[in-house]
């Protein structure tokens, strides 16, 4: 889904959370989802661990231990491509529904090889430094 319609989800139904798998060294210094003018919370799950891009074999439980448990979940990253993997581990581990972020925080790179041209905050969706 777009960022936009993520918003809208996130917005419109109560059960609905967003989560940012992104790595830790992103929330610092990118930035993150801010999603308190709607009442809800962010969970930030790591789907790759920083510095080393190893894969976070603990992933689900995490979800699971911040209170994941069913959907509708909004999975977000970088650009929109970890959280495709995260989603479709979170519905093979029955947490569903789940759905990616299309072009993510940040988008993909531009012919100047530059993020930022597109995602949620080019979308202009709340968003804050962490």
């Not at 610092?28 to 809800?40: D, F, M, Q």
């Not at 994941?68 to 979170?90: D, K, N, Q």
């Not at 012919?111 to 962490?130: N, Y």
Request: some cysteine; hydrophobic content about 40%; proline content about 6%.
């Amino acid at each position: 889904m777009t960022p936009q319609q993520a918003w809208e989800l996130l917005r419109e139904n109560p059960d609905a959370v967003l989560v940012d798998v992104r790595t830790d060294a992103e929330w610092k210094y990118v930035g993150v989802p801010e999603t308190s003018p709607i009442g809800r919370r962010t969970v930030f799950v790591e789907w790759v661990r920083y510095p080393n891009g190893a894969r976070n074999e603990n992933f689900v439980d995490q979800l699971k231990d911040a209170g994941v448990t069913g959907g509708p979940i909004v999975f977000l990253c970088r650009s929109g491509h970890r959280s495709i993997a995260a989603a479709e581990a979170a519905t093979a581990a029955g947490l569903a529904p789940s759905y990616n972020i299309l072009e993510g925080f940040e988008g993909g790179l531009d012919a100047e090889r530059h993020r930022g041209a597109e995602g949620w905050r080019a979308a202009g969706l709340p968003w804050r430094q962490s």
